[in-house]
């Protein structure tokens, strides 16, 4: 492992993907002296566009954009999964240009059967599942792991979409059809979990190591992660498992770049984990103030191949809130009283979408504390002072 | 004062200037979810060129780029002081867009007399200095001021040029052309001060109040700044007297921005106003990292009526040490070693300038200390490490 690097000044990281995760990793490839170029959507109002001159619209996931970027950039990166392993290696060979998360890695979780198997074959503990084709797998999964069980189809799922949850055979059969069962679609039958929290854990990894962050616990409501909190309320002990695990899983895909890796914490103190992510998650957006690298920083450090930066706390604690939008129309961040009267960080993050609608992702915010409840009661109460709204 | 604000998505902040304090602002301005325009040279290779497709280039301070950028933006501020306030006030009138440093602060401290006349009316010590325009006038300044003396020309000048050191009336008269005092330019002479440290405080002021930054230590080195020490090496007593004459100058010239002041610590302890900048400054980037708010936040705060944030020490101390390009070619910022072997931080910025010249200012970087020499002998030993070259 050298420890020596270098960047040129016109060195050029190519984005799959024009979102938040893509504009927040870019401030730190400029910071950097980096240029950076994205793929974005046709509608020109994807965050990206504001940010760079770089742009590359068309469909985010198919061949001849991602080949646009690839002429144009040096290394390509991403900010989502919806993309297909195929498509990804048949541009890195095609254009020379190298991506990272490989096609390998991509090829290991963007089917949730196979992501399952790797890590459970890596000895990382996850919910029992097993593949059902018709009705009779799904009489066996009901016996086998329990009903009500979780149907998920392999491919494409994300926040809840994608899943039903089925707590009989009739329930089962409508929702294996839901899911593309019968039109041939991998579909799972998965284990329901009793979870007393979710946990989270960022790992940034490349040929010069891995480097684990905090971690946290987050809130989720309808699917959505709405809060974070750093570290998480259990005991040390655990967190350090459950950073272990996250790096132990981030070696079983290979993965080169910033990983996400969300786990169930079960009643009886288990830790299994759940979703992976290849990229920067709604779950580290806390780093940015709140540790010595931000998740963006070392996501960018990652897939260039430059060593990777340490991520310690700042604080003691800190709580992510994400400010999801207020109505419909164009987006106004708005803070109704000055929020840091009381002299603490407030640290506002607004993703500069011009068309707010409910429940959309529009920024975030994150306050520092001495403890994870004392930070959580303070952003509790910004809550409220701190929106974006549609106008 | 209302301590309540409101952003909306499609707001657009115009920066005049294409260079890395324009770069380093669009970053926080991004984050705010805003969008940035520069003026920039014709070149095409300022550093804001690679940060956002809505660049105006021209004559960076000709009316009528300006107003190009006027009429895109819904602020306008700028990154350096070579404007013309008739020009600014033109621009503001004409396209209604507000110029925040204003016209009239401008016009304050454009002119260095009548910049020096202003603190020194508001009851803030300067070096002594008259007016000279001619050989009577050169030879009554040494009599007045001793020799040797500086001679500056009232306008234009910036890091040692448009000054000169003399020692004589032959020197006097020499130096006095090669300004321009002979061509009709205004020229003064200053008395020379022997100071025992060069001290420097950012203010951020606008509608919602002022806020200082901890009092810091400049060196510089062929009248380039090249490191900067937080907080300086003085007493507390005599940096929050800083501080607070740095309030009193910002307020002097009804500042409505970030500015920065620079001061001389005479052999006689006496604190005296020697520049200002009605910008964000270089003694200021320390604050990216080491501050809970970094001087470009506060700049995109303050000239856009946001409340400004609190700017605390995030560590006991920091060093910046400018990175000056080392050779001429293609840019390269290399790390000869593993800078955060240590595990202490180092934050690394290089500004996206593709070509290198020798004491260019390519980059800066940033580590932090328990206490100013601790981190100041770190940044030294990381100066030789870390660079950015030519090839």
């Known amino acids: 492992m050298s420890s020596a690097f270098e960047v040129k000044a016109s060195f050029k990281l190519g984005i ?5 995760l893509a504009r927040m990793s870019s401030y730190q490839a400029f910071r950097m002296g980096m240029q950076v170029g994205a793929v974005c959507s046709p509608s020109g109002t994807d965050p990206m566009e504001q940010v760079t001159p770089h742009i590359f619209r068309g469909d985010v996931s198919g061949y001849e954009t991602l080949m646009e970027l690839a002429k144009w950039a040096d290394v390509i990166t991403l900010e989502n999964e919806f993309l297909d392993a195929d498509v990804l290696a048949r541009v890195q060979k095609d254009s020379g240009t190298p991506v990272y998360p490989s096609p390998e890695t991509f090829r290991l979780i963007e089917n949730k059967r196979i992501e399952k198997e790797t890590f459970s074959d890596a000895g990382i503990p996850v919910a029992r599942f097993m593949v059902v084709s018709g009705d009779d797998d799904l009489k066996k999964a009901g016996a ?3 009903w009500p069980y979780v149907l998920k189809s392999s491919k494409g799922g994300y926040d809840g979409y994608g899943n039903a949850m089925v707590a009989n055979q009739d329930e089962a059969r409508r929702g294996f059809d839901k899911l593309g069962g019968n039109a041939g679609r991998e579909v799972i039958a998965e284990e329901t979990i009793s979870f ?8 940034a990894r490349n040929e010069h190591g891995a480097v684990a962050y905090p971690c946290v616990e987050t809130i989720q409501e309808n699917h959505i992660c709405t809060r974070v909190i750093t570290p998480a309320r259990v005991d040390r002990d655990l967190r350090e498992q459950c950073e272990r695990l996250a790096i132990k899983a981030a070696e079983a895909i290979d993965g080169k770049g910033m990983f996400g890796f969300e786990f169930f914490l079960t009643e009886e103190g288990e830790l299994l984990l759940n979703e992976s992510a290849p990229r920067p998650h709604n779950s ?3 780093s940015i103030e709140a540790c010595t690298a931000s998740q963006f920083e070392n ?13 310690n706390m700042r604080s003691n604690a800190a709580v992510m809130i994400n400010m999801l939008g207020i109505g419909s129309g164009d987006a106004v961040l708005s803070c109704s009283e000055r ?10 993050h607004s993703y500069g979408k011009l068309q707010c609608r409910d429940g959309r992702k529009m920024g975030h915010f994150t306050v520092m504390g001495e403890n994870p409840d004392a930070a959580l009661e303070r952003a509790l109460k910004l809550e409220s002072i701190i929106q974006i709204k549609g106008r």
Do not use: W
Not at 16 to 20: E, R, S
Not at 339 to 348: F, G, L, R
């Open 144 to 146: 086998k792991l329990g």
């Open 196 to 203: 007393v929290k979710e946990l989270a854990v960022m790992v």
């Open 339 to 348: 929020p840091d009267t009381d002299n603490e960080e407030v640290h506002i």
């Open 284 to 286: 580290g957006h806390y």
């Open 299 to 311: 996501h960018v450090r990652a897939v260039c191949g430059l060593p990777l930066a340490e991520p």
């Open 16 to 20: 799959i993907g024009g979102g938040q």
